[in-house]
């Protein structure tokens, strides 16, 4: 089984991750965050990953830092259950409508974070949340995940459609991207022989 879990414990924030990257969707998290529960769970159904994540964090401050660390953790967890990435496919597209809104993600698991991030939304909040904490939630999980991720919105008006094609959007990526080829094999999918930074 692929899957791995991990816990972070920090003056701000205390969580617990699993994953479980040949699930069947199914879904137990608890941040604390309403709307952030609501994107995690599309996650999970649309990426068919099982998740689990329980968040404690200091959101008597704001949402900053429940969201990023949820971000981190989960990432992490990802990252984990690829292990040395072997015969995973690699790469995934998914372009996503939401009624008036469609949005685009590109990843590689490449073990190279990145994140571009080409999504137009006006200040403001959603539910509990800062409009400005998607993108960082986005980076997080990129970084931690060893993930290239671009994310772009060709076009969409309402904010909760916006953001909830993004998720997405990102989980029909990932479905594909962690997808074991037969045709791979037990072989790295790199010319290098290995997926990450050199040295």
Sequence with gaps: MREATVERSTTETRIKARVALDGTGLC???????????MLTQL???SLMDVTLHATGDLHIDAHHTTEDSAITLGQAVGRALGDRRGITRYGLAIVP????LTRV???????????WKVALPPGRLGDMDIELFREWFHAFAQHAGATLHVETLYGENSHHIVESC??????ALREAVTLDPRQGDAVPSTKGTLGRPG
């Design 98 to 101: 939401m009624d008036e809104t």
């Design 28 to 38: 137990d998290v608890k941040t604390g965050i309403g709307f952030l529960d609501h």
């Design 44 to 46: 999970a159904r649309h």
């Design 106 to 116: 590109a990843i590689d698991l490449s073990n190279r974070p990145y994140l571009v």
């Design 167 to 172: 998720y997405k959007a990102l989980a029909r």
